[in-house]
């Protein structure tokens, strides 16, 4: 007869495997299993933290009557990671955003756009020029803000 101590070891192992597998750790011992797990936590809580902020400030972008689309860019390690939203969908906006992605040299890597009521767009944008100009995202954003001005004034 298996003990009762043979059985919670070999569950608890069981469930350190577990969990080693679902925090990709490599560790061995127990404890850098529980550190790995830890760290990974921290990474998950901070990516949700992350999306919440920006869902409550879209959805206070949606909720305010400013007509200027709203740009930020962030600098990724390859490129960039760009999200307009606008009050205001008016066709051809998705063209001249992405027509002002082409003229900076940007291939888009990634997007998520959304042109209901409201237009969003989250793209990543990597860099494709070769000849070792350096863009900065405060460069990308008055471009693509300029762009979407003249554009939204030329189609007013």
């Given at each position: 007869m298996v003990s009762r101590e043979h059985k919670r070891g070999?569950?608890?192992?069981e469930k350190f495997h577990l969990l080693r597998s679902i925090t990709n750790s490599h560790a061995e011992s127990e404890t850098s299993?529980?550190?790995?797990a830890s760290k990974y936590i921290k990474k998950l809580k901070q990516k949700v933290e992350k999306i919440n902020n920006e869902t409550t400030s879209e959805q206070s972008f949606r909720e305010?009557?400013?007509?200027?689309?709203?740009?930020?860019?962030?600098?990724?390690?390859?490129?960039f990671m760009i999200?307009?939203?606008?009050?205001?969908?008016?066709?051809?906006?998705?063209?001249?955003?992405?027509?002002?992605?082409?003229?900076?040299g940007l291939d888009v890597v990634e997007a998520r756009v959304s042109c209901t009521d409201?237009?969003?767009?989250?793209?990543?944008?990597s860099s494709n020029?070769?000849?070792?100009?350096?863009m900065d995202a405060e460069a990308v954003?008055?471009?693509v803000t300029e762009a979407i001005r003249t554009w939204s004034d030329s189609h007013a």
């Open positions: 070999s569950s608890l192992r299993v529980i550190v790995d305010s009557s400013d007509p200027n689309p709203m740009v930020t860019v962030e600098t990724l390690e390859n490129g999200k307009v939203m606008s009050v205001k969908n008016e066709a051809g906006m998705l063209v001249c955003v992405l027509e002002t992605f082409e003229d900076l409201t237009f969003s767009l989250h793209a990543i944008g020029n070769n000849d070792g100009d350096i954003k008055q471009a």
